[in-house]
C-alpha cells in the first residue's frame, strides 16, 4: 500500500507495506543499493526513548523486535531477500545492518543466495556509545554486511576522509573498513525520537560509495527516513517501505524538509565524519 497523506518530494517513494509485499511491485533491475537496518532481534519492543521525549521530540513510536530464535530470523529474512534480488541491478550493492546477535546467521545467509565470492567487505561502524560490562569488552559496534549481486561488477567509489598525518595535512585518505561515525546524540536536530534511529552521517558514506549519482536506493526497513534523506541529499533517488505507520509518517516529514549538505551537518567528500 502506498502511504497516504502529502506527497513526498519527486524522486523518493514511500510504501507503508510489509518488505515481502511491497518488492513484488518494483520494476526488474532498478534497484542500485539494497540497504536494510534490519530488526536486530533483540526479544523486545524498541520503543522512543525517554530523553527523547524529554528533549522535546513529539514522535512516539515503537516496533517488534521478537523472533523465535536465530531460525525464526533467518526464515524472516530468506524470502524478503529473494524477492528483492529481481528488482537489482547487475552492478547493484547489498548493505545488511546488523550486530553480534545475527549477523554470523545473515552472512550465511547471503552466502548461500548470492554464493560466497559476492562477500565484498564486513563493515564495522563504530559508534563510541553503549554500555560496557565487568565481564568483557564493551559493543561499541554494529556489522554492515556488504555484497555485490554479481562478483566484482558492482559500484563502488570509497569514501574518502582527511589524513591525520602533518606531513599530509589538508590531503584526504581511502576511508578503512571501520567507519567511526558517533551515534545521535539526544540533542542533535536529527534525532526524530524514532526508535534505533541511525545516524545520517553514517548514511551518507555508504550511499555515495554504493551507489552512483541518479541511482536507486532501495531500504526496505526504513525506519525514520535516514536512508532515504541521504539519498535525496546525495543525488539518489530512494525507495523506502516499512510496515510501521509511525516510521512512514516520520520518514514523510523528514524527506520533505531535507535541506542542501551545508546546512545539515552532513560532511562533504573528503571531510570527515563525526568521530566516535
Ligand atoms: C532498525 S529499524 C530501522 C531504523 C532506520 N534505519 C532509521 O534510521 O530510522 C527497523 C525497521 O524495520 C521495520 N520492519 C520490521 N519488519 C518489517 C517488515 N516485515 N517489513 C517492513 N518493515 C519492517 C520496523 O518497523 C522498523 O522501523
Same mark, same amino acid.
Not at 529473494?82 to 553480534?100: F, K, N, Q, V
Given at each position: 500500500m502506498k502511504?497516504?497523506?502529502?506527497?513526498?518530494?519527486?524522486?523518493?517513494?514511500?510504501?507503508?507495506?510489509?518488505?515481502?509485499?511491497?518488492?513484488?511491485?518494483?520494476?526488474?533491475?532498478?534497484?542500485?543499493?539494497?540497504?536494510?537496518?534490519?530488526?536486530?532481534?533483540?526479544?523486545?519492543?524498541?520503543?522512543?526513548p525517554p530523553n527523547a521525549k524529554r528533549a522535546g521530540r513529539t514522535v512516539n513510536a515503537s516496533y517488534a523486535d521478537t523472533f523465535a530464535?536465530?531460525?525464526?530470523?533467518?526464515?524472516?529474512?530468506?524470502?524478503?531477500?529473494?524477492?528483492? %534480488?529481481?528488482? $537489482?541491478?547487475?552492478? @547493484? /550493492?547489498?548493505?545488511? !545492518? +546488523?550486530? &553480534?546477535?545475527?549477523?554470523?546467521?545473515?552472512?550465511?545467509? %547471503?552466502?548461500? $543466495?548470492?554464493?560466497? @565470492? /559476492?562477500?565484498?567487505? !564486513? +563493515?564495522? &561502524?563504530?559508534?563510541?556509545?553503549?554500555?560496557?560490562?565487568?565481564?568483557?569488552?564493551?559493543?561499541?559496534?554494529?556489522?554492515?554486511l556488504f555484497y555485490a549481486r554479481t562478483p566484482g561488477k558492482h559500484y563502488f567509489d570509497p569514501p574518502r576522509v582527511p589524513t591525520t598525518s602533518n606531513l599530509l595535512r589538508g590531503k584526504s585518505k581511502k576511508m578503512t573498513d571501520v567507519l567511526a561515525i558517533a551515534s545521535i546524540n539526544n540533542m542533535a536536530r536529527e534525532r526524530t525520537g524514532y526508535p534505533t534511529q541511525k545516524p545520517l552521517a553514517l548514511l551518507d558514506v555508504l550511499v555515495r560509495?554504493?551507489?552512483?549519482?541518479?541511482?536507486?536506493?532501495?531500504?526496505?526497513?526504513?525506519?525514520?527516513?535516514?536512508?532515504?534523506?541521504?539519498?535525496?541529499?546525495?543525488?539518489?533517488?530512494?525507495?523506502?517501505?516499512?510496515?510501521?505507520?509511525?516510521?512512514?509518517a516520520v520518514a514523510r516529514k523528514r524527506i520533505r524538509e531535507a535541506r542542501p549538505a551545508s546546512t545539515t551537518g552532513v560532511p562533504k567528500r573528503g571531510k570527515q565524519p563525526g568521530r566516535a
Open positions: 502511504a497516504k497523506g502529502q506527497p513526498t518530494p519527486i524522486g523518493i517513494d514511500l510504501h507503508h507495506a510489509d518488505w515481502l509485499d511491497a518488492v513484488a511491485t518494483l520494476a526488474p533491475a532498478s534497484i542500485d543499493l539494497l540497504y536494510a537496518d534490519l530488526p536486530f532481534a533483540t526479544g523486545s519492543t524498541k520503543r522512543t530464535g536465530s531460525d525464526g530470523f533467518i526464515g524472516w529474512l530468506r524470502p524478503r531477500l529473494l524477492a528483492t %534480488l529481481p528488482a $537489482l541491478r547487475p552492478t @547493484a /550493492c547489498i548493505l545488511l !545492518h +546488523l550486530d &553480534w546477535r545475527t549477523c554470523h546467521h545473515a552472512r550465511l545467509l %547471503l552466502d548461500d $543466495l548470492l554464493g560466497p @565470492a /559476492c562477500f565484498v567487505n !564486513h +563493515l564495522i &561502524w563504530s559508534y563510541g556509545l553503549g554500555g560496557s560490562s565487568p565481564r568483557r569488552f564493551a559493543r561499541k559496534h554494529d556489522d554492515i560509495a554504493c551507489s552512483p549519482t541518479g541511482g536507486t536506493v532501495l531500504d526496505p526497513c526504513c525506519g525514520s527516513g535516514t536512508t532515504l534523506v541521504a539519498a535525496t541529499l546525495a543525488g539518489r533517488k530512494g525507495i523506502g517501505i516499512d510496515r510501521s505507520a509511525q516510521a512512514i
